[in-house]
């Protein structure tokens, strides 16, 4: 048999050799796009994981603009009210002053016009962080982004809702002013978690692969967003109408979201986990800290309940914490009238060994207080107290004149602010106070008749009293009581 060309040989290894590279090459090709698929799930993944740290950031440089405003307030007040002053000094006093008079004009859905740019600037944040460094080329990027800024901004709801929030030391701003930006932060919150939901079933019935959410991580992630849902509808139907209904639903409902956002995301490699730690353990630290004040001041401690005319409810504690004072707020238990919930109420007056409070009977807590004190005027009931919270302005050393006005059991409030500022001023300050009350009937004036008596003996202060006429529409008569 003749022996094969070698010329031929060659071609026919040259052909075998093309026909290997073509079988070989949707292989290679097949494996270069799945690299370049995954280093841009990596890149996206890190983008991810830097977004809480920019928000972070951002959002301690609003904090800080906010305690740089306050001290520069506190300083240039100081130096207003001596006798000698530069007139540069005078000069940004009132550059300032102008300032925080166009932040504090009113605003038509918020408080006033420094609380719109405070919420515009929180939106503006979540709304850079949306949308840059992001893969716009599959939803699945964007899912995964609305889920890293859903998290995200439930530890910043969840810091706002603090009771023992640091910024009251920080910028002199206690819980509940910081309870409006709690809100937008709790629907932005709300909005990013079902866009997140939404986005990801989207996903899986476009890859065909929607039997993934019956996988344990997916359920979790249906159970929490359902817990979302829930807090949403009750936020919106039930609070106006049982507050303490809302309040039990909305805290029931949150650990349950966040619990099931940790079991969603459990690898601690995706980092999604350590926010999620972190959120639970800023909100059980505030609540361990609360229930710790609680069983302190429970200890040898007793309220003593009086009815007042007109659904009122003097309280008397025998123990009061040391940073009590007029003006600021605590939480009231008493487990005999509701062994479950605590309430918040104004201190009128404070001393080392006893605490007051005046307040009016609506419905829940405070109905039930005010018919067991019907039932048993001067009864002595075991009770404790968690506080105290807010922050009174120092109007002490910065004005010439205060005006307080209240109706009724807000001059608890009032009264608390003149008591102490007599308190503070003595009887040689150039300040004085105009006190303003209005009250439905004569009888209300018991309600406060002690520290009525201690401001009308005060040289500072000028009392005016009105009685509302009986019409449907309020307005102040002519005629004062005293």
């Not at 008079?101 to 962080?129: K, Q």
């Not at 996988?215 to 249906?222: M, R, S, T, Y």
């Not at 503070?424 to 300040?431: D, M, P, Y």
Request: glycine share 4%; hydrophobic share 45%; charged share 15%.
């Amino acid at each position: 048999m003749p022996s094969t060309s070698p010329v031929i040989s060659d071609n026919f290894s040259l052909v075998q050799g093309r026909a290997q590279n073509r079988r070989r090459m949707p292989t290679t090709m097949t494996e270069a796009a799945a690299k370049a698929k995954a280093a841009r799930r990596a890149l996206q993944q890190l983008n991810n994981q830097r977004v809480p740290l920019y928000f972070t950031v951002a959002i301690a440089g609003l904090v800080m603009m906010f305690i740089i405003l306050r001290w520069t307030r506190i300083t240039l007040d100081r130096h207003a009210s001596r006798p000698n002053i530069s007139t540069t000094t005078r000069a940004a006093n009132g550059l300032f002053r102008k300032f925080r008079y166009l932040l504090n004009r009113p605003a038509r859905g918020f408080t006033s016009v420094g609380h719109l740019v405070l919420v515009l600037a929180y939106l503006a944040i979540n709304i850079a962080l949306t949308v840059t460094n992001i893969d716009w080329s599959s939803l699945i990027g964007i899912a995964k982004r609305c889920g890293w800024m859903a998290i995200t901004n439930t530890a910043f709801i969840t810091f706002l809702a603090l009771k023992n929030t640091p910024l009251a030391y920080l910028i002199t701003c206690s819980h509940e002013r910081l309870n409006q930006l709690h809100q937008i932060g709790g629907y932005t919150t709300v909005t990013y978690v079902f866009l997140h939901l939404i986005l990801m079933c989207e996903t899986f019935n476009q890859e065909h692969f929607i039997e993934i959410l019956l996988e344990v991580p997916q359920i979790h992630a249906i159970v929490a967003a359902s817990a979302i849902l829930v807090i949403l509808v009750t936020a919106i139907t039930v609070r106006k109408l049982s507050y303490e209904l809302f309040y039990l639903t909305h805290i029931t409902m949150f650990m349950l979201f966040v619990i099931n956002v940790g079991f969603h995301r459990p690898d601690f490699a995706l980092k999604t986990i350590i926010i999620t730690i972190f959120t639970a353990c800023l909100w059980s630290s505030d609540r361990i800290l609360r229930l710790c004040r609680i069983l302190w001041y429970i200890y040898q401690n007793k309220a003593t309940i009086t009815p007042l005319p007109n659904g009122g409810t003097r309280i008397v504690l025998r123990r009061s914490p040391s940073r009590a004072s007029p003006g600021t707020h605590c939480f009231l238990w008493i487990p005999r009238i509701r062994l479950g919930e605590t309430h918040p109420f104004t201190i009128v007056s404070a001393t080392p060994h006893s605490l007051e409070l005046v307040v009016t009977a609506y419905d829940g807590f405070t109905k039930d207080l005010h018919k067991h004190a019907m039932l048993h005027p001067g009864a002595s009931l075991r009770a404790s107290i968690d506080g105290p919270y807010g922050a009174i302005p120092e109007f002490s050393n910065t004005t010439d004149k205060v005006i307080l006005i209240a109706g009724g059991s807000g001059a608890s409030f009032t009264f608390g602010v003149a008591l102490d500022m007599i308190k503070k001023l003595g009887n040689s300050s150039k300040t004085t106070i105009d006190f303003i009350w209005a009250v439905k009937t004569q009888e209300s004036l018991s309600w406060f008749a002690k520290e009525l008596s201690e401001l009308q003996g005060s040289p500072l202060v000028t009392t005016l009293l009105h009685r509302l006429a009986e019409s449907t529409i309020p307005h102040f008569t002519d005629t004062s009581f005293l």
